[in-house]
């Protein structure tokens, strides 16, 4: 049994910065590919950033604003958020992979087998 277990949300004003954590625990070996995805109130999940080894990708609406890392050691995947702006509230996911499907790519859901339960993030103006 895989756990993704996510941190670091809360309440920020605009402009302000966040930073997310998730560890992945149970059986695990090494995951692969590691991203977040977010879901605000009456909207569908959609991706924010991925990482598959060395490689990182990210929605047009957070490039230069937020930034993925992680810890293989630790199978911990970040977010560090800055300037944050309101529409940037949301539910934050952590998600993760021990393979990486070509076929769908690091901003598909049906790449990650593995879903945390979710953080929340509140930006106000």
């Known amino acids: 049994q895989v756990q993704l277990v996510e941190s670091g949300g809360g309440l920020v004003q605009a402009g302000g910065t966040l930073r997310l954590s998730c560890a992945a625990s149970?059986?695990?070996?090494?995951?692969?590919?590691m991203g977040w995805f977010r879901q605000a109130p009456g909207k569908e999940r959609e991706f924010v950033a991925g990482?598959?080894?060395?490689?990182?990708y990210y929605a047009d609406s957070v490039k230069g604003r937020f930034t993925i890392s992680r810890d293989n050691a630790k199978n911990t995947v970040y977010l560090q958020m800055n300037s944050l702006k309101p529409e940037d509230t949301a539910v934050y996911y952590c998600a993760a992979d021990q393979q990486y499907r070509a076929s769908y790519g690091l901003a598909a859901i049906s790449s990650y087998k593995y879903w945390g339960q979710g953080t929340q993030v509140t930006v106000s103006s």
């Open positions: 149970g059986r695990t070996s090494s995951m692969v590919v």
């Open positions: 990482t598959w080894w060395s490689n990182s």
